[in-house]
C-alpha cells in the first residue's frame, strides 16, 4: 500500500511539474512564474537611495563613454558625447525600467495580442489593423527616416533596447513576460512608430460621424444644428477673441451635397468626456520672477506603469529634462536651459467616413468623380498563440481603409459599415524632427520651426521662453475643409467631399505675448467663429479652460505654487452655473431631498475629497442629463445616436425650460415638465446613493469614495491583479474640473517650469506611479503619494556630469 501510495504521489508530481511547465493553449505555463529560481521572485529590487554605488557597463555599438547618473528617484542624467550615444543610452536606460510595457503597448497597437493571449484578442487585433495602425505607421516611419537626425536618433534608441533585451536571462525578465509566458522580441524604429501611432489612436481616432448622421435622418437639419451647434453657448477660446491674424487666409473648398448615408449599429456609451489636458504659462509681467512660468499636466488614463518616463538628456547641443514616452526618443514635454513646452490635445475633425459604392459583389472597384476605381487589397496575418494563424484582407479606397464591410459587426460599435476611413494618421509625417528640435530650442522662432513638422495627433504647444516670451500654437496637420464637413458622414462618390489639401502650417490658431499676459488651453474650442478655416465643431466642454483663464486673469506676482495650486483647482464650474436653477425647480422637496437640498446650498462648490454634496450633485445631474435625452437619442439600440452637449442642455434648463425635449415621449398620455424630471432624478440620485454606499448621507457619501479613482496596472482589467495597482486613491476633482481626475483618468504628469537666465531654470514635477515598471521595485509606485497630495518634486537638471549633489545616488558607466 505505501509502495501505491508513493508511486500515486510521484505520479502527481511528476504531471504537476508537467502541467506547470507548458502552455495549455492560450494559458501560460505558470510553473516558470512560480519557480524559486527563475519566477517572479527574484523580480525584487533595492531602493536606489540605498545603493550609493558607481559601476561600469559595457554596451557594444557605443561610439564613446556615456554616463547614467541616477537620483533617489531612480530618474536617469544621461551624459552623452554625440547624438547616437545619447538616444542608445535612452534606450537601454528605458527599456531597463519599462521593457514589458514598451512592448506590450507596440503589440497592442500593431494588432499582436493574439500573439500574448491567444484567439480571445482576435477582434480587438483584427480592428486596429483594420483601422491602419500598421499601414500608419510604416507611413510615419517614412516620413521619420527622412530625417537624418531622427533616423540616427530611432536606429540608435533601438540599438539600446536591444543591447538590454541582448543581457536577459529568462530569470532576469520582467514579470510580465512570466506571468503570460512569453519572451521579448527585438525592437525595431516600427516598434517607435507604432508607439507614436497609438497615441494618435488614444487622442485622434474618436469619431461621432455615425451617431450625427442618424440625428440628421431622424431629425432633419434644423434640429441636427439647433441641438448640436457649431459652437458653445459658454466659451473662452484658447486664442483669445480679437487676437490679430497675421496671415491671408485661403478660400474654402466648395462644400459638398447634404448626403444622409446609411450605416446602423448597435448603440454604444459615449466617448469619455471627463478625459481632458492644461496647460499655461504666464509672462513676466504676472509672475513674481519677471520671468516666465509654465505648466503642464496632460490627463490620460491613469495606468501602472505611468505612461511617462522621466530622464535628462545632455549631449552636445543640448541639454533637455522632462516625460518621455517609453518606446520613443527625446523629451515630449519638458525644459532646457532656455525654454519650456507642454502640450494639450487639440480634438480636431481628422478622422472622416466615406460611404463606398461597389461596382459589383466582387469589391474589386468603387465609384468616385465618375469612373470606376480599383481597390487595393493588404494581407493581415494573425499569429494565434496556441493556434494557427488566421488571415484577413483588408479593401482600400483612395480614402483609406473600408474598415468593416455591411456584413460585418464592427468591433467598436460607432464604425459605421460600408465606409472608408481618411485619417491624417495615416500620412507621412515628422514628429520625432518636431521634438528632436523643440528639445535644442533657445527661443520662439526655433519653437515655431519645431512645430512646422508636426502632423498628428494634433497638440496645443504651450512656450515660455527667459527672453520673457509666451505663445501657444493649436498645431498639427488640418485637412482644408468646407465648414462642418466631416461632422456627418460623407458621399464617397463625390469628389468635392474629398480633402482638398491641408491649412498652411502659419495659418494654425496661434497667439504670441497676448495683452491679457497669459496662454493656457483645456481642450476647449480652438477660437472663436470668427476663425477662416475649420478644425472641428466641437471640443471638449468649456468648464476647464473658462476656470483657468478665469483664475489667470487675476492672478498676480505669481510663484510656482501659484500654478500648483491651479493644477489641483477643485472648483466646480458646472455646478456654479446650474445648482441653484436645480434646486429651485424642487418645489415641494420630501424630508430626504430638503436634507440633500441643505447639503447642497452650504457646498463651497469644490469637489474635494471628504465633500458629500458633489456625490449628491454629480449624481444627480448625471440622472437628469440622461433623463432628458434617453428617451429621444437613445430610442433604438440599433441606431446609436449621441447626446446633446452639457452646454447645450445648460442652455436648454436656463433659457427654455418649456421646452418640448423635456418630455418623455416613450410614457403615453402624459407630458412630463422639467420640475418634475429634476424631483423625480434627484430622488433617484438619493436612492441610488444609498445603495451604492450602504449607507444613509454621510461620511460614507464622501466623494472621494464614490469616484473610486484607481491607478490600474496594464494588466488588471477586472480587479484580478489588483495587487499590482494602487486602488481608491483619496484625490478630488472630477469631469469638467481643472484636477480632472476621474475613476480611471487624470493628470498623467504634472510639471511646473519657472524659466530662468545664466542657467537658473527650475523645473518641478511628478507623475502617478514610479519611474520602474517592476511591481518589485520600491520605485514602482513611490511617486503616488506626493502626485495625491497636489505636490510636485523638486527635478535635478544637472549642468554637466562633473555637477555634484547628494541627491546622486548611482552612477553607471557605459563603454562601447
Known amino acids: ?124 487585433d483584427r480592428y486596429n489593423r483594420r483601422m491602419g495602425s500598421v499601414y500608419g505607421a510604416e507611413k510615419s516611419l517614412a516620413g521619420m527616416m527622412e530625417d537624418p537626425k531622427s533616423k540616427v536618433s530611432l536606429e540608435a534608441y533601438s540599438d539600446g533596447v536591444n543591447a538590454y533585451i541582448s543581457q536577459l536571462k529568462p530569470r532576469d525578465f520582467p514579470v510580465e513576460y512570466k506571468l503570460l509566458g512569453y519572451a521579448p522580441e527585438a525592437w525595431s524604429p516600427i516598434k517607435s512608430a507604432l508607439f507614436l501611432k497609438n497615441m494618435s489612436f488614444v487622442l485622434a481616432s474618436g469619431t461621432d460621424d455615425l451617431r450625427m448622421t442618424n440625428i440628421l435622418r431622424k431629425y432633419g437639419r434644423e434640429v441636427a444644428e439647433n441641438l448640436f451647434p457649431n459652437y458653445p453657448f459658454e466659451e473662452s477660446p484658447i486664442i483669445p477673441t480679437g487676437t490679430p491674424r497675421d496671415f491671408t487666409p485661403l478660400p474654402l473648398p466648395k462644400a459638398p451635397a447634404d448626403f444622409m448615408g446609411r450605416g446602423s449599429v448597435k448603440a454604444s456609451e459615449e466617448r469619455d468626456k471627463g478625459i481632458g489636458s492644461n496647460n499655461w504659462a504666464i509672462g513676466g509681467a504676472k509672475s513674481a520672477t519677471g520671468l516666465p512660468i509654465l505648466a503642464n499636466d496632460p490627463h490620460l488614463t491613469l495606468s501602472l506603469p505611468s505612461i511617462w518616463y522621466q530622464a535628462q538628456l545632455v549631449g552636445p547641443d543640448v541639454n533637455v529634462y522632462g516625460a518621455t514616452m517609453p518606446g520613443t526618443p527625446n523629451v515630449i514635454s519638458g525644459f532646457n536651459r532656455d525654454v519650456a513646452w507642454g502640450v494639450t490635445n487639440v480634438g480636431a475633425d481628422v478622422v472622416d467616413w466615406y460611404e463606398v459604392k461597389f461596382k459589383d459583389a466582387k469589391m474589386n472597384e468603387y465609384w468616385h468623380d465618375g469612373q470606376w476605381k480599383k481597390i487595393t487589397k493588404r494581407i493581415e496575418t494573425f499569429k494565434i498563440k496556441g493556434g494557427k494563424d488566421i488571415q484577413d484582407t483588408v479593401l482600400f479606397t483612395h480614402h483609406g481603409p473600408i474598415v468593416y464591410l455591411d456584413n460585418q459587426k464592427p468591433f467598436k460599435e460607432n464604425i459605421p459599415t460600408g465606409h472608408a476611413l481618411r485619417w491624417i494618421a495615416h500620412d507621412k509625417s515628422q514628429e520625432l524632427t518636431t521634438f528632436y528640435q523643440l528639445n535644442r530650442a533657445k527661443n520662439y522662432d526655433d519653437y515655431v520651426k519645431a512645430l512646422s513638422f508636426y502632423a498628428a495627433p494634433a497638440q496645443n504647444f504651450v512656450f515660455a521662453s527667459n527672453q520673457n516670451d509666451i505663445a501657444l500654437w493649436v498645431n498639427g496637420k488640418f485637412p482644408l475643409k468646407a465648414h462642418e464637413q466631416g461632422k456627418y458622414t460623407l458621399d464617397g462618390t463625390d469628389k468635392n467631399a474629398d480633402w482638398q489639401g491641408f491649412i498652411p502650417h502659419a495659418h494654425n490658431p496661434h497667439v504670441k505675448n497676448p495683452v491679457r499676459g497669459f496662454v493656457s488651453s483645456a481642450n476647449q474650442s480652438s477660437t472663436d467663429p ?68 441643505k447639503v447642497l446650498k452650504a457646498w463651497n462648490k469644490k469637489n474635494d475629497p471628504a465633500e458629500i454634496a458633489p456625490t449628491i ?178 527635478l535635478l537638471f544637472l549642468q554637466a556630469k562633473t555637477d555634484k549633489s547628494d541627491r546622486i545616488k548611482k552612477v553607471v558607466k557605459l563603454t562601447k
Not at 517572479?40 to 545603493?51: A, D, L, M, Y
Not at 471638449?540 to 506676482?557: D, F, H, W, Y
Not at 481626475?741 to 514610479?770: A, C, D, F, H
Open 1 to 124: 500500500m505505501k509502495f501505491v501510495k508513493a508511486l500515486l504521489s510521484l505520479a502527481v508530481t511528476i504531471f504537476l511539474c508537467y502541467a506547470l511547465n507548458r502552455n495549455w493553449g492560450s494559458i501560460p505555463a505558470f510553473g516558470s512564474f512560480l519557480s524559486p529560481f527563475t519566477g517572479f521572485w527574484v523580480n525584487g529590487e533595492t531602493p536606489i537611495s540605498e545603493t550609493n554605488s558607481e559601476s561600469t557597463l559595457q554596451i557594444p555599438g557605443l561610439l564613446d563613454e556615456v554616463s547614467v547618473q541616477y537620483d533617489e528617484l531612480g530618474i536617469p542624467h544621461i551624459f552623452a558625447n554625440n547624438d547616437h550615444d545619447l538616444y542608445m543610452a535612452q534606450g537601454y536606460v528605458t527599456a531597463q525600467d519599462r521593457l514589458w510595457q514598451m512592448e506590450f503597448q507596440t503589440h497592442y497597437a500593431a494588432g499582436r495580442l493574439t500573439e500574448i493571449v491567444g484567439e480571445k484578442a482576435l477582434e480587438s
Open 530 to 597: 470668427n476663425y477662416p478655416y475649420y478644425i472641428n465643431w466641437e471640443f471638449a466642454p468649456s468648464e476647464r479652460g473658462r476656470r483657468i483663464n478665469q483664475r489667470l486673469t487675476v492672478m498676480e506676482k505669481a510663484t510656482v505654487d501659484s500654478l500648483r495650486t491651479l493644477q489641483n483647482d477643485n472648483y466646480n464650474l458646472k455646478a456654479q452655473g446650474i445648482l441653484d436653477n436645480l434646486i429651485s425647480l424642487v418645489k415641494t422637496p420630501t424630508a430626504k431631498q430638503a436634507e440633500a437640498i
Open 617 to 794: 450633485f454629480e449624481t444627480w445631474s448625471k440622472l437628469l442629463y440622461g433623463a432628458i435625452w434617453k428617451d429621444d437619442f437613445a430610442y433604438d439600440e440599433n441606431i446609436p445616436m449621441k447626446y446633446p452637449s452639457l452646454d447645450r442642455t445648460i442652455e436648454l434648463i436656463r433659457k427654455d425650460p418649456t421646452s418640448k425635449w423635456f418630455d418623455d415621449i416613450s410614457t403615453k398620455n402624459k407630458v412630463e415638465t422639467l420640475d418634475e424630471l429634476v424631483s423625480a432624478t434627484l430622488s433617484a440620485s438619493l436612492d441610488s446613493l444609498t445603495i451604492w454606499r450602504k449607507a444613509p448621507m454621510g461620511a460614507e457619501w464622501a466623494w472621494a469614495k464614490q469616484k473610486s479613482t484607481s491607478i490600474r496596472h496594464l494588466l488588471d482589467r477586472d480587479g484580478a491583479l489588483k495587487a499590482l495597482s494602487s486602488v481608491d486613491v483619496n484625490i478630488g476633482g472630477g469631469t469638467g474640473i481643472v484636477n480632472a481626475t476621474t475613476e480611471r483618468t487624470g493628470p498623467s504628469w504634472r510639471m511646473v517650469i519657472q524659466l530662468g537666465k545664466n542657467n537658473s531654470v527650475k523645473g518641478y514635477g511628478v507623475i502617478p506611479g514610479g519611474q520602474s515598471g517592476n511591481p518589485g521595485s520600491p520605485h514602482y509606485a513611490d511617486m503616488i503619494e506626493t502626485w495625491r497630495e497636489g505636490k510636485l518634486n523638486d
